[in-house]
């Protein structure tokens, strides 16, 4: 999903009345910038300095038209912040103040058409000033555009952007209901719409009873046939468990795209429980999680963004997880949730993936079936979303990494994680966040991409 960048090169008009031969250099400059930011996104701009409110306001248009999904403020010489304070209010969007320059070292021979065109400096703190003073937030980036630092940061920041692009107006849907006394997990609608522009669909479960019905048996017996030729499958099925999985799966995956879902959340007690279903929906959820719907279990919204953002960074590839057991022996904990598992994070092939039945859960017509694997060693992030102390919400993260350490043979997906401290301090610095007993987890650093997510949002963010 490529980001709209509404790109101001700013400047000072006034200059042009005495040294007009500034304009055709300040030009070049900007173009130079331009040049360099479209390497991140698609570059919406004017083709003029902003440098007079005439100038902004021609700009804040056609953001507008285009619908930008970020400003980038470029520092081409001296600025000064009225030019487009008014117009920063009235187009709010994520924004970027770019203190460079044209030169990345100054000379000892600088004169002073040159030294005109190094000091945009000299205008940042009175708009970074204005942008404190009004509430707008702002991230401030500092360099030349040919260092790494600069480029480092744009990309974070612009991943950032792009999370709050795909969240907006994204869709989750709930199939159920929260799984009783899981109230850490309770939200508020109202307020998790406003703050996210996240949408919660509910899906009754006469709806789910529906779709079942009415999936074609050739259409089901050809995905159970597909899952045993992709997968080891375990030999002790019972009855029509498998085929029923397929059928679930199919229902589940039609009710989603029927309602257009980005992400959902699936209380499955109700599945397996009645009499005409009567299976798990472990193998409907990581079909759906690997098709693109970020899916989570025991009707957790909140965890279910969290794990749409995390996907966002990572082309999809996040899984609804929980801590299990402490091993405190070894400073680690056992992770896992169930039966389910992102089979987006394993191309075709990268990982031995076992279908066997489930373990646990005895349902009206069998249990169903599940995934089994052993998840890669590497470095990951963790992070859950959970109601702040008001009404508002909080961000919790914390960086860790899956071990080598084999699963333990409970029949579902199950894996050791280490974190960057000893796991009885994690766990009391963990406690303090208020943060919910599940998590979204992504292979991969994002700790300074979920901090910026909640600087845009205005959201409270707690790395642990």
């Given at each position: 999903?490529?980001?709209?960048?509404?790109?101001?090169?700013?400047?000072?008009?006034?200059?042009?009345n005495?040294?007009p031969?500034?304009?055709?250099?300040?030009?070049?400059?900007s173009?130079?910038y331009?040049?360099?930011?479209?390497?991140?996104?698609?570059?919406?701009?004017?083709?003029?300095?902003?440098?007079?409110?005439?100038?902004?306001?021609?700009?804040?248009?056609l953001?507008?038209k285009?619908?930008v999904?970020?400003?980038?403020?470029?520092?081409?010489?001296?600025?000064?912040?009225?030019?487009?304070?008014?117009?920063?209010?009235?187009?709010?969007?994520?924004?970027?103040?770019?203190?460079?320059q044209?030169?990345?070292?100054i000379?000892?021979?600088m004169?002073?058409?040159?030294?005109?065109?190094?000091?945009?400096?000299?205008g940042?703190p009175?708009?970074?000033?204005?942008?404190?003073?009004?509430?707008?937030?702002?991230?401030?980036v500092?360099?030349?555009?040919?260092?790494?630092?600069?480029s480092?940061e744009?990309?974070?920041?612009?991943?950032?952007?792009?999370?709050?692009?795909t969240?907006?107006?994204?869709?989750?849907?709930?199939?159920?209901?929260?799984?009783?006394?899981?109230?850490?997990?309770?939200?508020?609608p109202?307020?998790?719409f406003?703050?996210?522009?996240?949408a919660?669909?509910?899906?009754?479960?006469?709806?789910?009873?529906?779709?079942?019905k009415?999936?074609?048996?050739?259409?089901?017996?050809?995905?159970?046939?597909?899952?045993?030729?992709?997968?080891?499958?375990?030999?002790?099925?019972?009855?029509?468990?498998?085929?029923?999985?397929?059928?679930?799966?199919?229902?589940m995956?039609?009710?989603?795209?029927?309602?257009?879902?980005?992400?959902?959340?699936?209380?499955?007690?109700?599945?397996?429980q009645?009499?005409?279903?009567?299976?798990?929906?472990?193998v409907?959820?990581?079909?759906?999680?690997?098709?693109?719907?970020?899916?989570?279990?025991?009707?957790?919204?909140?965890?279910?963004?969290?794990?749409?953002?995390?996907?966002?960074f990572?082309?999809?590839?996040?899984?609804?997880?929980?801590?299990?057991?402490?091993?405190?022996d070894?400073?680690?904990?056992?992770?896992?949730?169930?039966?389910?598992?992102?089979?987006?994070?394993?191309?075709?092939?990268?990982?031995?993936?076992r279908?066997?039945?489930?373990?646990?859960?005895?349902?009206?017509?069998?249990r169903?079936?599940c995934?089994?694997?052993?998840?890669?060693?590497?470095?990951v992030?963790?992070?859950?979303?959970?109601?702040?102390?008001?009404?508002?919400?909080?961000f919790?993260?914390?960086?860790?990494?899956v071990?080598?350490?084999?699963?333990?043979?409970?029949?579902?997906?199950?894996?050791?994680?280490?974190m960057?401290?000893p796991?009885?301090s994690?766990?009391?610095?963990?406690?303090?966040?208020?943060?919910?007993?599940h998590?979204?987890?992504?292979?991969g650093?994002w700790?300074?991409e979920?901090s910026?997510?909640?600087?845009?949002?205005?959201?409270?963010?707690?790395?642990?």
């Amino acid at each position: 999903m490529d980001v709209k960048i509404g790109f101001m090169p700013l400047a000072h008009g006034t200059y042009w009345n005495f040294f007009p031969a500034h304009l055709e250099v300040a030009m070049a400059k900007s173009a130079a910038y331009r040049a360099f930011l479209s390497q991140f996104g698609t570059i919406v701009e004017t083709g003029k300095l902003i440098d007079c409110p005439a100038r902004s306001v021609e700009a804040r248009l056609l953001f507008q038209k285009e619908d930008v999904d970020v400003l980038v403020l470029a520092t081409v010489t001296y600025s000064t912040p009225d030019d487009i304070m008014l117009d920063l209010k009235r187009f709010p969007r994520p924004t970027i103040v770019w203190n460079t320059q044209a030169s990345s070292g100054i000379p000892d021979t600088m004169d002073f058409d040159a030294w005109m065109m190094e000091h945009g400096v000299t205008g940042v703190p009175g708009l970074t000033n204005m942008l404190q003073r009004q509430g707008i937030p702002y991230f401030l980036v500092s360099g030349h555009h040919t260092s790494a630092r600069v480029s480092r940061e744009l990309q974070v920041l612009l991943r950032a952007v792009r999370a709050v692009r795909t969240i907006w107006g994204s869709r989750i849907g709930v199939f159920g209901h929260l799984y009783p006394g899981m109230i850490d997990f309770g939200y508020d609608p109202a307020t998790f719409f406003t703050t996210f522009g996240v949408a919660t669909v509910e899906i009754l479960d006469s709806k789910v009873l529906q779709a079942f019905k009415a999936v074609d048996p050739g259409e089901a017996a050809a995905l159970e046939r597909g899952l045993r030729e992709r997968f080891e499958t375990d030999k002790d099925f019972e009855g029509e468990e498998l085929s029923r999985s397929a059928r679930l799966a199919l229902a589940m995956r039609r009710v989603a795209d029927e309602l257009g879902l980005d992400a959902a959340t699936v209380y499955c007690q109700a599945m397996w429980q009645h009499p005409e279903i009567g299976v798990v929906s472990c193998v409907g959820n990581s079909l759906m999680a690997e098709a693109g719907v970020f899916t989570t279990c025991e009707g957790d919204v909140p965890t279910a963004l969290s794990g749409l953002i995390l996907g966002s960074f990572c082309s999809g590839r996040s899984v609804f997880t929980e801590i299990w057991c402490n091993d405190f022996d070894n400073d680690q904990f056992l992770m896992g949730h169930s039966g389910m598992m992102n089979l987006k994070l394993f191309p075709e092939g990268s990982t031995p993936i076992r279908m066997s039945r489930h373990p646990w859960w005895n349902g009206c017509q069998g249990r169903g079936a599940c995934f089994q694997l052993q998840m890669p060693p590497g470095e990951v992030t963790l992070m859950g979303i959970c109601p702040g102390a008001t009404r508002g919400f909080r961000f919790v993260a914390t960086a860790a990494s899956v071990t080598e350490r084999a699963s333990v043979p409970l029949g579902a997906p199950n894996y050791f994680v280490r974190m960057n401290q000893p796991i009885a301090s994690f766990l009391e610095a963990f406690g303090r966040t208020g943060a919910a007993h599940h998590l979204s987890l992504a292979y991969g650093s994002w700790i300074p991409e979920i901090s910026a997510v909640a600087k845009i949002l205005g959201v409270e963010f707690v790395q642990v």
